[in-house]
C-alpha cells in the first residue's frame, strides 16, 4: 500500500515561509515523478509544483512561480516544497501527489497524501 505522508504545515503571517516535506516507502516513491496541489475553501484542488523522478523539468503554478521551490531527496524517499513570501491567498491544505510514472504529467496522479493545512494570516 502506498502512503504518503505530509508534514511541515501551520500558520504563519504574511510574508513568512513554510517548508512541506512529503516522504514515501522507498518503493512507493522510486521511479516515480512527484507534485504538490493545494485546495482552498470553497475552491477546487490546484495544482503547485512538480517534478520528475531525477528532480528536473520542475513546473510551477504561475503565482507561486519564484516564491515556491520544489526539491527531493531520493535517499531519503522525500519530496519538499518551500514556500517563501507567503500571502493571505496561499492558505489551502496542501497535497502531496505522486504520478504512476518518471514523468509528471497533472492527469496521471494515482496517489495522495492526506493534506497539511497552511494558514497565512494578513
Known amino acids: 500500500q502506498v502512503q504518503l505522508v505530509e508534514s511541515g504545515g501551520g500558520l504563519v503571517q504574511a510574508g513568512e515561509s513554510l517548508r512541506l516535506p512529503c516522504t514515501a516507502s522507498?518503493?512507493?516513491?522510486?521511479?516515480?515523478?512527484m507534485g504538490w496541489f493545494r485546495q482552498a475553501p470553497g475552491k477546487e484542488r490546484e495544482f503547485v509544483a512538480a517534478t520528475n523522478w531525477l528532480g528536473g523539468s520542475i513546473e510551477y503554478e504561475p503565482s507561486v512561480k519564484g516564491r515556491f521551490t520544489i526539491t527531493r531527496d531520493n535517499a531519503e524517499n522525500s519530496v519538499y516544497l518551500q514556500m517563501n513570501s507567503l500571502k493571505p491567498e496561499d492558505t489551502a491544505v496542501y497535497y502531496c501527489?505522486?504520478?504512476?510514472?518518471?514523468?509528471?504529467?497533472?492527469?496521471?496522479?494515482?496517489?495522495w497524501g492526506q493534506g497539511t493545512q497552511v494558514t497565512v494570516s494578513s
Open positions: 522507498a518503493r512507493a516513491f522510486h521511479n516515480h515523478a
Open positions: 501527489a505522486r504520478n504512476d510514472g518518471l514523468w509528471w504529467s497533472r492527469s496521471a496522479v494515482d496517489y
